[in-house]
């Protein structure tokens, strides 16, 4: 469904507008490097729009830690940091969110445009801020003062400005919200991407019954084109995965709770979390927060700690509405600036089910009838005011009671507090469905029975306190609810290993948490290995083996299932599996439509059926395809790592003559696409980049209000040259962590650049 989304590769759309345009801008040289301190010369700190005194603490890292007499002056001085750190990166994101990329990047983001004025992130953004409470009302409005006061006063812009062409507009309360919505993109839509392809296929009622009935599937895709890039950058824009874990006091060596989260985004510079602290009346947290977005997603307060996993929650349907009447369509029309080319008025249509989102040029292909989208997040709910609310919470009760107005993105939040308790919340607003959808496209005479009554966290089942000291959270199927929350989520994996690695652990301490989130090991993967292995054996295939097809065996046989950057196992493995399922679904439905099967993610959850009922010279064909591919590949890399490269750079290292300035850093890293510390990659047996996985990471232990620890994979800052934008990736390569203090004392004794704020 999400196919026209497929060219928000803004980095790949530059490059491309580049080979047949040409800018000054393009051409501007990086800014001179900078330390912190010439960093923070820049910083504005005098005649500033506040009530009282506010001091910023930094780290050596420029990790920020606010103190204010006021929550109005708290808000402000978390806007001129966001600023301060990431405007560059805050301004492209809410052009995405407005559909302006064409204005960025020329006539090649038209259709791109076209498509996200067709989803209208920011559509509920006026209702939300008509609704919101007084309080969460003055917090984003002081943030947004202080993002446009530093916008204002600063002596010299990000460097992104000029090459993407940005203004500095503006900043108001309705951008948070719909950058706010864009975060929340239903990952839902990434399984469509997938699957739409295969549905005018022959035996489709039989295929997408299956697929409901086993629920998992993946957010990285394992094929190319467009529906491949779709779920690579919706992925990065959306929060689509994470891992989670809470234990219990009783289960840890301090006797205090312990949370651990590392979320799960695309892998960008500047990363796409930074690393706060504030203290005011009303907050004192620390923890990850999204840039341009006022609230604590990942953190903890003195009470209590929180983080969470995309539920993957069924926040959207697609009707088909061929039959419905012309006047139920409305129509708006779009002007779309375009840079370097005549503007573009478009038109949208509307009905009361959703936007046609079928009308987008790039889904012309798939020869689809009109698909209206009902998406929750078109609709006004406050997750600012939830998760502001949880940062103030010191109970199980107040945490769960604030997620009452939390629709979109679903997600599984895990709480652990200073007493030792832990808990888990299912925060989401989900339509009444009576059970899993016919299809993708529904009818409409469908709609008013499951969207007429939503159901939200108070109406769906919580955890407290668990009898197995712990809880677990991997974007995994959530406990059985009134009504179906979703049905697709992530194969069982990561979830499963955290169980084996938690459960086993007594005590559990930092150190093992810390080992979970590093952790490479994938038990699909050697279940797959062992039915490969199995079948060559079978059918004789291991003993008429040439000497490289036995050695290529062998490496098979003794791989033992971990990712780590020096396995050879890991190499012969993808090289294996990569060409058996490519031939495998070639054989059995043909080139075109074998494609498609072999590059849906879904499809690796079923693999193991379609095995069992192949025939023998189908599966023959297939299993040779594969063990000529591990032979061929014997002498290709010396390790997983040599395969599997982590690239950190710009987007903007997409464009050509130009775009090496803007990639900081390659090595070889561990890890797959459904391990614990997830990597995620298209399934190739060639050399390829991880673009999406574990970009973040971090640990709190309740019994001490200064043991958290935080790592981003990159750095802090989003400005070019400054020493703190790729300075913690070596930290996050080794596996070491930042420390972040929560009480005043530390901070002041830790964070030693001191900034005092005056009006």
Known sequence: MAAFLSSLSIGLAVGAAALVVSSCALLAPLPKPQDVAERLAAFPTHGLPIDGPVTIRWSERQIPFIEAESDGDAAFALGLVHAHLRLGQMATMRMIAQGRVSEMIGPLGIDIDRGLRTLDYGRAAAEIERTMDAATRLWVQRFVDGVNHYQDTTRELPHDFGVLNLEPEPWTVRDVFAMGRLAGTDVNWLVWADLLPLRARAGWDELWARLLEDGTGSVAGSGGGDAARVQRWLGRLSKSGS??????????????????????????????????????????????????????????????????????????????????????FTERS?????????????????????????????????????????????????EIGAMLAVSRARTFAEFRAAFESFAVPGQN????????????????????????????????????????????AADLPH???????????????????????????????????????????????????????????????VKLRDLFVARLDALGMTTAADADGTRAIDRLRNWDGNYHPDSIGAVTFEQFRHTFTTRFYALLYGEDDGKAFASAGRRTALLHED?????????????????????DGLESFANWGEMHRLSLAHPLSYVPLIGGRYEFAEAGVGGSSATLMKTAHDATG??????????????????DPDENYFVLLGGQDGWFNSTTILDQWELWRRGDYVRVPLSPAEVRASFPHVLSLEN
Request: proline share 6%.
């Open 243 to 328: 891992n989670s874990v809470a234990v219990a006091g009783h289960r840890t060596e301090t006797g205090g709770a312990l949370m651990a989260n590392d979320p799960h985004l695309g892998i960008l510079v500047p990363n796409v979390w930074l690393i706060a602290g504030v203290k005011s009346p009303s907050y004192h947290a620390v923890g990850l927060m999204a840039p341009g977005l006022p609230i604590f997603a990942i953190g903890r307060n003195p009470h209590i700690a929180w983080g969470g996993t995309n539920m993957r929650a069924a926040s959207s349907d697609l009707y088909d509405v061929s039959d419905v009447s012309a006047s139920d």
């Open 334 to 382: 779009e002007s779309i600036g375009v840079r370097w080319w005549f503007d573009s008025d478009v038109t949208v249509r509307e009905t009361r089910w959703g936007p046609i989102v079928s009308d987008v040029p790039l889904l012309a292909d798939l020869d689809l009838p009109p698909l209206a989208l009902k998406w929750t997040g078109h609709d006004a709910s406050d």
């Open 413 to 456: 939040m895990l709480y652990a507090d200073a007493d030792g308790n832990i808990g888990r919340v299912l925060a989401v607003h989900l339509p009444s469905r009576n059970g899993p959808p016919a299809d993708i496209a529904l009818d409409t005479a469908l709609y008013d029975a499951s969207w007429s009554a939503m159901r939200t």
């Open 463 to 525: 955890s407290y306190n668990p009898e197995a000291g712990y809880l677990v959270s991997a974007n995994d199927r959530p406990p059985a609810t009134s009504v179906p929350v979703g049905f697709f989520f992530s194969r069982e994996d990561r979830v499963d290993r955290m169980h084996a690695l938690v459960g086993a652990a007594r005590p559990v301490d930092v150190e093992t948490l810390k080992a979970v989130q590093q952790d490479v090991y994938m038990a699909s993967s």
């Open 611 to 631: 095995i069992a009922a192949a025939d023998e010279k189908a599966l023959s064909a297939a299993l040779a395809a594969g063990l000529q591919a591990a032979v």
């Open 686 to 703: 060639e050399r390829h980049t991880v673009d999406y996985g574990s970009n973040a990471r971090h640990i709190s232990d309740m019994s």
